[in-house]
């Protein structure tokens, strides 16, 4: 990472920061809708970027974890912070290591495929269970957090940690093990790298950030609904991922936040706001095949 990438991540934090001093409310909440975006998106990235793995599995963990919470508050009466994340988290983490031991089995096209059917799964269980609300989703009834600047700077501290800890963990000696599995994993496995065992571990931390993410957004808009957990979600995850620059973790970020304007202000304009979204990402691949990273450090490709 070069300085003026360094540079302009920590213009951005403190830009961020500054919002609910600024804004108004719309823009606040705002804000916070594209610190989720980012979360999710560079989650998704240590598997894509570094491992190699291309998962249509992630939105479920995003959707669980806000499901869960909506459950331990409706259901349990458990709502405080300190108890809820770590249950919520708990759930999605055993959640997810049943997935990916299952899933990393297979490889290539045929991950890709049993990823999405997990998913579809889970969208199903949740759209179609009374009990879970069905289709119409669930309003949770006590909140983490309520007051609203809180909220705020409860995600932007989880955005600023959550880039750290995947930082650390993509530029550390697990990370370039992963890399090296990801370009030829036969050698790494020749080498002595038990190669499964850390695309498992890197599939169930990326799972627990999509978690916190999805979290987040349970607690700031106090609803949760089975679209979060569908295979629409998971492929416009991945869409974000590519458009931004894969393997940058702040690329995927940007790409969030561009998709979250493009979303805003094209949806008002027009129901086909998803075909501009395709359009881009088009335009992106053909254009800058770095993605929108490579616009940040100077290089096309």
């Not at 998106?41 to 491992?51: E, M, W």
């Not at 700077?153 to 993509?170: D, F, N, P």
Request: net charge positive; aromatic share 10%.
């Amino acid at each position: 990472m070069n300085r003026r990438v360094r540079v302009a991540l920590l213009v951005v934090a403190a830009a961020l920061a500054l919002v609910p001093l600024i804004a108004d409310r719309f823009w606040v909440q705002f804000a916070a809708k594209v610190m989720i975006s980012c979360i999710f998106a560079a989650s998704l990235d240590l598997l894509v970027g570094y491992g190699g793995m291309v998962s249509l599995a992630h939105a479920a963990f995003y959707g669980l974890a806000a499901y869960l919470l909506a459950g331990l508050s409706n259901g349990a009466g458990i709502a405080a912070l300190p108890a809820s994340l770590p249950l919520c988290l708990l759930g999605v983490g055993i959640v997810a290591l049943g997935i990916g031991w299952l899933t990393l089995r297979t490889s290539g096209v045929y991950f890709v495929m049993v990823t999405l059917a997990f998913t579809e799964m889970l969208f199903h269980l949740f759209n179609e269970a009374p009990g879970l609300g069905g289709s119409d989703g669930l309003y949770i009834s006590s909140r983490p957090i309520a007051q609203r600047t809180t909220v705020y700077v409860a995600i932007w501290a989880s955005l600023v940690g959550a880039y750290l800890l995947l930082e650390r963990v993509a530029r550390g000696p697990f990370g370039r093990v992963l890399v090296g599995i990801r370009i030829n994993e036969a050698r790494m496995r020749t080498l002595g790298f038990p190669t499964r065992r850390y695309k498992l571990t890197a599939f169930v931390i990326g799972a627990l950030v999509a978690g916190l993410a999805g979290y987040l957004d349970a607690t700031l808009y106090g609803f949760v609904n089975p679209a979060q957990l569908g295979w629409r979600q998971s492929g416009l995850v991945l869409v974000t991922v590519l458009l931004g620059g894969k393997g940058t973790l702040y690329g995927p970020m940007l790409g969030a936040a561009l998709i979250t304007l493009v979303e805003h202000f094209a949806a008002g304009a027009t129901e086909y706001w998803g075909t501009l979204i395709g359009a881009i990402a088009i335009a992106t691949v053909l254009l800058l095949p770095a993605g929108l990273a490579g616009v940040l450090q100077g290089t096309r490709g």
